[in-house]
Each structure stands twice: as structure tokens, then as C-alpha cells.
């Protein structure tokens, strides 16, 4: 297999592959650091290669799942990896190990998955884009100025030039849908509780994140979830498990829905035209598939939200930075946090039990919205973001902002996000479009709480529809050279 075919398949492809044997998870692992070392300059979405397992794989050793044999990369935050490093995207992280397996990367390793490396996050996974102090800038594979999203920016870049067909992803305000929409790639969210932290991890974010991945196809995420789906003991949300392989979802007819769509960010800024028009051509498409499509938007007050969103976000971040330094016994500053997650670190430390709470309360305020709009629409379609991938370099923090200054600024493009981490709905950004410049648009649908069934039975439709797997960034892996056209 050359590297051209390599980069061209998704993850479910190569497991076949290897299953057939045609290829050898040790070849597969050799085109993986050989792709990074291709294209990763351009991109900076590689923290690390395992060296070891990149110039070689004990096939008896890997797991007997769907993926066997498959390459993947581990979002470096808290990627719950036993004996290898992991960073946060920060100085206060440099050369920190984790102890032992967490349950998702043993249901990881279950599916197959030979891990091979980390990807870059941006610090403490808290901005939408992914420039650090501690890594550089991770740009998007369609253009070395623009972002390639936070904060799996490094695992969206990843995917999307080629360097593995699935990377790890985690989601507390967007994380994984900003990335998958820069990027060009497919970003599912889950439900609150269908993914497990366990067992170190009780409650991230107040409930607001959760863990998946990003990749190229439908069919890879919705078999991904199948590996990693489920319960430890002692998590603290139940939910009813699906009522078959959610890899049978794809394909499957999904009838004639109720579909929502809105297209104006709920911020109140401007739309941008093209982004608009995406929405649009989506809802048509939608609309020819046999959908039921309305132009109708859930009620609810961005403002007192944000401000909801900036005391929970602050407290609990501030909690975990200060409770990891501990573990390390070290300080933290200015010297070793970047201005926001400094700012954050001191301004959490002042929230207090009643502020938190009025937050988490304003969240139910807002949760109970959505669900009488979803008694009404079975799916919501909006833009991923409200505008295109924007430039690199814009977002680094000036050294005396506040959290609710640095949640602002991203307000007039990721509105239509974190409502749905607050809500716990899954919600699947898709790369349907493309701009006129040759940026990706992606599309965002959303379901009800616990409902990913539907939400992969109309993706995969889409896909059919319009697919988008043939598209190759400029910057990828497959190409002759390795790199940029």
C-alpha cells in the first residue's frame, strides 16, 4: 500500500484490509508516521509520534474489534493513555505522564486501535482555535492562514490532511464541531452520558463535555461510538443504550422528519452570505430527501447564557488547573498559562457556591426551551459556525482579558454551539460546503437527547446526497508530494 491509498481510505476500509490481509497494522502504522512527517510541518497538528509503535506493531497483542488494526491519534487533553505523556497544550503540563488506562482508551484498544501519537488542543482545551505557547499555531489543511478550530484543532488537521482517518476529540463548548467545520470533516457530539470519563473524571464542565472523535466518513463515527459507548461504574448520568449497532443506522431510512433550520447566529451578529446560503441549499436538499423542513428557531437570551456559560466554564476550569498543580506540585502563573486561562484560573477562584449555582440553574432554563422546541421538530439544522474559518493570529488573548471578554469575541461565530453542551443533545457538524475561496462550511444538525440514532441515519443520507470524501485539502498526505499544491 502506497501512501497515496493509505490516505485515501477511511478507518473502516483499512480494518478490512487488515482483515483481508492485504496490509499489515505494522505497515499501517509506518504510513502514519510517514504522513506526519510529510505534511505535519505545514499544518502543526502533531504534538508526538510513539516511535515505538510506529516502527512496529505486535498484531497479537491489538484488540479483535471493527478496527483492528487501524491507526489513531490521542487529542492531547487528558487523553487518559497509561505510561505516555500527555501536555493540555500548556507549560504547567510539560512532560506530565497519566497513570493508567482510562475506560475509553481501553475500549479504544478493545475496537483495535493501535494509538500512535498525540494531537495538538489548544491549553486547557478552553479556546475555539489552537495556538499555543506550548505548540505553536495548528492551522487548517485548506489554507496555512486560517484556523483549523478549537480545541481538537490538532485531530481535525489531522484527519483531514490524511494523517490518520479517525483522531480523538473532546467537546465542552464546541470542540469538536469548530475543528470538524474548518477542517472539513465529520464532528459528532454525543449525549451527555453516552461516553464515559470514568474513572477518574466525575463530571467535566458541569456536564457540559463530552468525548468522541472526528473523522472522514458517517460510517466511521457511527462505528467509533459502537466501540466506545457505555457506562463505568460510578458515572453519574444513566442513558438507554440504542436499540441496535448505531453502524446499522447508516443507510437506513430515516422517514419523513420534522426539520428545523436556522441560519442567523443567535448571538445577534450578522450573518455571513455565504454561510447563509449554505443553510439554505442544505434545507433544500434536506427538503428533495423527503424532510419536512421549517424556518423556525429555539427561543432563548444569549447574554444572561454567556454569562451562565463564563461563571460555570471559569469555576470548573480554575478548579482543575489549580487541583493538577497540585498533582505536580507546581505554581501557576503568568509564566507557565497563557493570558485567558490565567485570567480564568483567577477570576474562578472568586465564583461563588450561589454564582455557580444560578448558572447551572439558568442552564435548565435554557435546556427546558430547547426541549419544547424538539417536542415540535425531530432535528435542528444550523451553519457549524457562523462565519468561515477565520485568520491565525487574531484570538491570542491581550494580557488583561477577562473570561467573559474572551467568550465574546468568539460570539458572532459560535453561537449556535455550546447551547447543545448545555442541553446534553447530540449534535454532528458535516462538511457539506465549501466557500468561495475553497474554505469548509460544515452544517450542523442537532437531536434530541439521546437520539444519535436519527442524527447518523439522516448524516449517512446526507452523505449519499452530497458526499464529500473525494475532496483533498491542499495540504494532505495522499498527494504526489506529500504537501502543499
Known sequence: MNLSEYASCDGLALADL?????????????????????????????????????????????????FRGVPILFKDLYHGEGGRRCENGSRLSAGWTVDADSRAVTAIKAAGF???????????????????????PTST??????????SSGGAGAAVAAGIVPIATASDGGGSIRIPASCC????????????????ETFDPLSGYAVKLAVSRTVRDTAAYLDAVAGAAAGDPYAIAGPARPYLEEVGADPGRLRIGFWSSPWSGADPLAEVVAATSATAALLESLGHHVVEDRPAFDWEPFLDAMTAMWSANTSSG?????????????????????????????????????????????????????????????????GHLPEPLGIYPAKTDITPREAFDMWAHNESFLPAFNCTGQPAISLPLHQSSGGLPI?????ARQGDEATLIRVAAQLEEASPWIDRMPPVHAGRSEGGRR
Not at 141 to 150: E, L, M, R
Not at 184 to 199: I, Q
Request: with cysteine; proline share 5%; glycine share 10%.
Open 321 to 385: 488547573i489549580d487541583a493538577f498543580a497540585t498533582l505536580v506540585d507546581r505554581v501557576p502563573g503568568p509564566d507557565n498559562l497563557e493570558p485567558a486561562s490565567f485570567a480564568m484560573l483567577e477570576y474562578g477562584r472568586t465564583v461563588t457556591a450561589h454564582e455557580l449555582l444560578d448558572a447551572l440553574a439558568y442552564g435548565n432554563v435554557v435546556a427546558r426551551r430547547f426541549a419544547a422546541y424538539f417536542a415540535r421538530f425531530d432535528l435542528l439544522l444550523t451553519p457549524t459556525l
Open 114 to 136: 493501535v494509538p500512535l501519537g498525540r494531537t495538538t488542543t489548544s491549553e486547557w482545551g478552553i479556546m475555539g482555535t489552537t495556538e499555543t505557547a506550548q505548540c505553536g
Open 184 to 199: 472539513g470533516v465529520v464532528g459528532l457530539k454525543p449525549s451527555r452520558g453516552r461516553v464515559s470519563f470514568g474513572p
Open 18 to 66: 487488515v482483515r483481508t490481509r492485504q496490509v499489515s497494522a505494522a505497515e499501517l502504522a509506518a504510513l502514519t508516521a510517514t504522513a506526519s512527517e510529510r505534511v505535519d510541518a505545514s499544518i502543526n497538528a502533531v504534538v508526538e509520534i510513539y516511535e515505538d509503535r510506529a516502527s512496529g506493531v505486535d498484531e497479537s497483542t491489538l484488540g479483535d474489534g471493527p
Open 141 to 150: 489543511p485548506w489554507s496555512d492562514s486560517h484556523i483549523a478550530g478549537g
Open 442 to 446: 460544515g452544517m450542523q444538525l442537532v
